[in-house]
Nanobody, 118 residues
């Protein structure tokens, strides 16, 4: 079973950038053979899918309102997933989760909080 731990969240000003990381581990889980995703949740909203990336990192897909601002990437040698977030907006304030698989149905970590505020 996979264990996922996110890091890199914090307070950032509108227009700023932050890079989230996700460390994957677990016996029997081959990170390099699994698509991975980033999700987020805000108070009053459900869990939103943000982006997904294929196992080899060759293809990614984003929800429309983050296209051009967020970039999902991975380092299979380090069992690590990343989310580079640029030009952040107040509405990007949320708890961000990495998740196993494509979409929002897989195992996810405990999350890391990103607050976008002056």
């Amino acid at each position: 079973q996979v264990q996922l731990v996110e890091s890199g969240g914090g307070l950032v000003q509108p227009g700023g950038s932050v890079r989230l990381s996700c460390a994957a581990s677990g016996s029997g889980f081959e990170f390099s053979q699994n698509a991975m995703s980033w999700l987020r949740q805000t108070p009053g909203k459900g869990l939103e899918w943000i982006a997904s990336l294929t196992a080899d990192g060759s293809y990614s897909k984003y929800i429309r309102f983050v296209e051009g601002r967020f970039t999902i990437s991975r380092d299979n040698a380090k069992n690590a997933l990343y989310l580079q977030m640029n030009n952040l907006e107040v509405d990007d304030t949320a708890t961000y989760y990495c998740a196993e698989g494509w979409g929002k149905g897989g195992t996810r970590g405990p999350g890391t909080r990103v607050t976008v505020s002056e």
